[in-house]
């Protein structure tokens, strides 16, 4: 009794390491009472500096008897950027990938979105009729250059680019006295989004896995050129001054980044909408074969069970996968439900997109890499907006904001870029399988080279598996052979090309046909060995034989990645 009984709310920090990787409790103020409910984004002052930090409200509930409280400073948005089933799926993330909450957070927003507190210095009654007033109240050639920088300015900038440009002593100092002097006023603003049209880029000249290792194996030591580094290995460009503003670094990280190598530069031109100037001719559906008949019927009749199923869709090359998608997706949608279409990074070329877009017009938005901060928030508004009910992507677009879910296809599912290669290393196929049970949706899993795994499941009951055996224009199917090298070496050929490959790039070429061999794996040979003994190089660390490069005459581990000189 006599409690002030203002409402709580938890937060989890975004950025945090392990050690603050937990919720705390924060009051919320009357005037923001109707703003904080969870998903939504707020400022609050943390630790003995009371430092201000982004945090992502997870729970509002009553305040009861606790006491003590530090108060939310802000709400960063009007709206919640996390629904309800979102929270839930990063509490489930956080558990299954040992991952921190903000770690599974961070998959479920579009880069860029980060909020950044910051101070900006506003000149007190800022028009030209007080502007003498004010030079009468100076005192010294410091707060005049101060003043000068401001008025430049259109009587406002920030405080770090304030100090940053204005290089003198005691700057603090002087503020201070300025704003005791009631000439300039300080305020605490932020910001979050991308807002140029051109802008100076950033891009990675490795890949992800390779910074990983780097980062991994402690070549890369400082958490500044560590946050650059992670930024970029989840898009393909980044305006530099975004990693500068929202990544907390300076610009000299960057330009060391790039004086050592790992990155490059390039200004581009910031495209909103990926699909502007681009028109889709309307496609309409294609009369089924009759193996795409059943498979249709049976997932329309599990459709209209509206439970949860997971589907293997296993069909030849050609035979009309993408065509079942399609007919199932109008399906979906015309149950007043929305879809996921999840390819690899590889497939999304503008043919893909062309028939999504061709079929659905503007109810597509796309989620892929090659999007630039601005294309790709924007993307994302439209979903979480509800103005588009299908999102074709790679393997983030999992996480897409869809609100009534009733469809999640995975296409070639197979491909081991479904599964992440950085924290959290989560597999799409996991995420959409909780996202799915949860909706009482259809998973459905299309290859035509299932993984084992999926095959397995398949086969034994575990999952529904649907067969596609013809091609869908009844084009004749490749001729393949199998060559066994242990007859040919028996008879004599000591090459590594089979009597009968040979036989056929010698006809092709007398035919002024072409060929093409494709080598499955790296290096010049696969193990070195000696002839007298049979001894075999193996790795150290692994006692697996190590490849021969020819190139640089090494020997590599291509697990562990040991290099060796070539034994002589």
Request: proline fraction near 4%; charge should be positive; include cysteine.
């Given at each position: 009794?006599?409690?002030?009984?203002?409402?709580?709310?938890?937060?989890?920090?975004?950025?945090?390491?392990?050690?603050?990787?937990?919720?705390?409790?924060?009051?919320?103020?009357?005037?923001?009472?109707?703003?904080?409910?969870?998903?939504?984004?707020?400022?609050?002052?943390?630790?003995?500096?009371?430092?201000?930090?982004?945090?992502?409200?997870?729970?509002?509930?009553?305040?009861?008897?606790?006491?003590?409280?530090?108060?939310?400073?802000?709400?960063?948005?009007?709206?919640?950027?996390?629904?309800?089933?979102?929270?839930?799926?990063?509490?489930?993330?956080?558990?299954?990938?040992?991952?921190?909450?903000?770690?599974?957070?961070?998959?479920?927003?579009?880069?860029?979105?980060?909020?950044?507190?910051?101070?900006?210095?506003?000149?007190?009654?800022?028009?030209?009729?007080?502007?003498?007033?004010?030079?009468?109240?100076?005192?010294?050639?410091?707060?005049?250059?101060?003043?000068?920088?401001?008025?430049?300015?259109?009587?406002?900038?920030?405080?770090?680019?304030?100090?940053?440009?204005?290089?003198?002593?005691?700057?603090?100092?002087?503020?201070?006295?300025?704003?005791?002097?009631?000439?300039?006023?300080?305020?605490?603003?932020?910001?979050?989004?991308?807002?140029?049209?051109?802008?100076?880029?950033?891009?990675?000249?490795?890949?992800?896995?390779?910074?990983?290792?780097?980062?991994?194996?402690?070549?890369?030591?400082?958490?500044?050129?560590?946050?650059?580094?992670?930024?970029?290995?989840?898009?393909?460009?980044?305006?530099?001054?975004?990693?500068?503003?929202?990544?907390?670094?300076?610009?000299?990280?960057?330009?060391?980044?790039?004086?050592?190598?790992?990155?490059?530069?390039?200004?581009?031109?910031?495209?909103?909408?990926?699909?502007?100037?681009?028109?889709?001719?309307?496609?309409?559906?294609?009369?089924?074969?009759?193996?795409?008949?059943?498979?249709?019927?049976?997932?329309?009749?599990?459709?209209?069970?509206?439970?949860?199923?997971?589907?293997?869709?296993?069909?030849?090359?050609?035979?009309?996968?993408?065509?079942?998608?399609?007919?199932?997706?109008?399906?979906?949608?015309?149950?007043?439900?929305?879809?996921?279409?999840?390819?690899?990074?590889?497939?999304?070329?503008?043919?893909?997109?062309?028939?999504?877009?061709?079929?659905?017009?503007?109810?597509?938005?796309?989620?892929?890499?090659?999007?630039?901060?601005?294309?790709?928030?924007?993307?994302?508004?439209?979903?979480?907006?509800?103005?588009?009910?299908?999102?074709?992507?790679?393997?983030?677009?999992?996480?897409?904001?869809?609100?009534?879910?009733?469809?999640?296809?995975?296409?070639?599912?197979?491909?081991?870029?479904?599964?992440?290669?950085?924290?959290?290393?989560?597999?799409?196929?996991?995420?959409?399988?909780?996202?799915?049970?949860?909706?009482?949706?259809?998973?459905?899993?299309?290859?035509?080279?299932?993984?084992?795994?999926?095959?397995?499941?398949?086969?034994?009951?575990?999952?529904?598996?649907?067969?596609?055996?013809?091609?869908?224009?009844?084009?004749?199917?490749?001729?393949?052979?199998?060559?066994?090298?242990?007859?040919?070496?028996?008879?004599g050929n000591r090459t590594v090309f089979s009597r009968q490959l040979s036989a056929e790039i010698e006809?092709?070429?007398?035919?002024?046909?072409?060929?093409?061999?494709?080598?499955?794996?790296?290096?010049?040979?696969?193990?070195?060995?000696?002839?007298?003994?049979?001894y075999v190089v193996k790795c150290r660390n692994c006692d697996i034989s190590l490849t021969y490069h020819?190139?640089?005459?090494?020997?590599?581990?291509?697990?562990?990645?040991?290099?060796?000189?070539?034994?002589?």
């Open positions: 009794e006599g409690l002030n009984m203002a409402k709580i709310a938890s937060v989890v920090l975004s950025n945090s390491t392990r050690e603050f990787d937990k919720e705390y409790y924060y009051e919320i103020p009357e005037e923001l009472a109707n703003k904080i409910e969870p998903g939504v984004r707020v400022i609050v002052p943390f630790g003995r500096a009371n430092a201000l930090k982004e945090a992502f409200v997870i729970d509002v509930f009553d305040r009861g008897t606790v006491e003590g409280l530090k108060t939310i400073k802000k709400a960063a948005d009007e709206k919640p950027v996390l629904s309800k089933e979102m929270i839930e799926l990063a509490s489930w993330m956080k558990e299954r990938y040992i991952c921190t909450y903000y770690d599974a957070i961070k998959c479920m927003l579009p880069a860029g979105t980060k909020v950044k507190a910051y101070k900006t210095v506003y000149l007190k009654n800022c028009n030209e009729s007080f502007i003498d007033k004010i030079y009468e109240k100076i005192t010294d050639e410091n707060e005049k250059l101060i003043i000068d920088y401001i008025v430049k300015n259109d009587f406002k900038c920030q405080l770090d680019e304030l100090k940053a440009n204005i290089n003198i002593k005691s700057f603090s100092k002087i503020i201070k006295r300025l704003v005791e002097k009631e000439l300039i006023d300080i305020r605490e603003e932020y910001a979050t989004g991308v807002k140029e049209k051109y802008v100076k880029v950033a891009y990675s000249l490795f890949s992800p896995e390779a910074i990983t290792d780097l980062i991994e194996s402690n070549k890369i030591k400082r958490i500044q050129q560590i946050k650059v580094l992670e930024i970029l290995m989840e898009s393909e460009y980044v305006p530099v001054q975004d990693i500068i503003k929202f990544e907390g670094v300076s610009p000299s990280v960057v330009n060391t980044l790039k004086r050592y190598g790992y990155i490059d530069f390039k200004e581009i031109e910031v495209k909103r909408d990926p699909f502007s100037g681009r028109t889709y001719n309307k496609t309409e559906p294609l009369e089924p074969t009759a193996e795409q008949k059943v498979a249709l019927q049976t997932l329309r009749e599990q459709k209209d069970k509206k439970q949860f199923a997971e589907y293997l869709l296993h069909g030849i090359t050609g035979s009309g996968k993408t065509e079942i998608y399609l007919q199932l997706i109008q399906y979906t949608l015309e149950k007043g439900e929305q879809a996921i279409v999840l390819v690899p990074e590889i497939s999304l070329t503008p043919q893909m997109i062309d028939r999504f877009k061709g079929r659905f017009g503007d109810q597509v938005a796309v989620l892929h890499s090659r999007l630039s901060l601005g294309e790709r928030y924007d993307q994302w508004r439209l979903i979480k907006e509800g103005k588009v009910n299908v999102v074709i992507g790679a393997r983030s677009a999992v996480f897409a904001p869809l609100e009534n879910i009733g469809l999640i296809i995975i296409d070639e599912e197979h491909e081991t870029s479904y599964k992440s290669e950085i924290t959290p290393k989560y597999s799409a196929h996991e995420i959409a399988r909780y996202i799915c049970k949860r909706k009482n949706a259809i998973l459905l899993l299309g290859s035509a080279t299932p993984s084992v795994e999926t095959y397995y499941k398949a086969v034994t009951g575990e999952i529904g598996l649907l067969t596609l055996k013809e091609r869908a224009n009844k084009m004749i199917l490749p001729k393949v052979e199998i060559i066994d090298m242990r007859e040919e070496l028996k008879k006809k092709n070429i007398l035919a002024g046909q072409q060929t093409i061999l494709l080598l499955n794996r790296r290096g010049y040979s696969p193990f070195v060995l000696c002839r007298d003994c049979g020819s190139k640089e005459n090494v020997l590599k581990c291509h697990y562990c990645g040991e290099t060796r000189s070539y034994p002589k």
